[in-house]
């Protein structure tokens, strides 16, 4: 596509439920990130892939994260339990050559409550 | 580690005046420098970048200039738009890293 596509904009869900955010990156970019932006802060990392494999998955805060991405373009992030603190906007990122900088995504803006 | 301090806001300027938010950055090796600018109800975009010592990068009226003496990427601009009201973010990716990070974001508001 032409761009970033995130799905859903915005979720809301209760403690302890299951969610996934979906990430389209931009057609041929084969750099994609995870980013986690909370209010009044900056983006903060989470995973990177190149292709399929997470090439880097050291900021995913704890196990109840994870993030797939089985071919190498969607990717989907999946946080379990969720807890109140996970509120925030996780924004994906894309790129064709790595340092180019990266095309953001709009983000999934989470509330859990 | 790496990291990037910026100028804390929010900044409130008239159209027309002049624009400086400073950013500083920690890191190892020869980083790449950023400005991204979020504009309301919008993601990031990419405002310019710089990648080595002394490079200027420039868009839109906006420049930064790779000071490695100071460890500084500042923005500037010479007549601010009430179009330019955002949220500015200095970032920084090391030559040996694969991440980006982050300042905490500078909010601009630019009144008539």
Redesign the interface.
Known sequence: GAGVSQTPSNKVTEKGKYVELRCDPISGHTALYWYRQSLGQGPEFLIYFQGTGAADDSGLPNDRFFAVRPEGSVSTLKIQRTERGDSAVYLCASSLNFGDGYTFGSGTRLTVV | GDS?TQMEGPVTLSEEAFLTINCTYTATGYP?L?W?VQYPG?????LL?A?KADDKGSNKGFEATYRKETTSFHLEKGSVQVSDSAVY?C?L?S?TG????????TSLTVIP
Do not use: D, P
């Not at chain 2, 919008?42 to 990419?46: A, K, P, S, Y």
């Not at chain 2, 694969?98 to 974001?105: A, D, R, V």
């Open positions: 990037v790449s950023f991204y919008e993601g990031l975009q990419l970048k990648t973010f970032a990716v030559n694969n991440q980006f990070y982050f300042g905490t974001g």
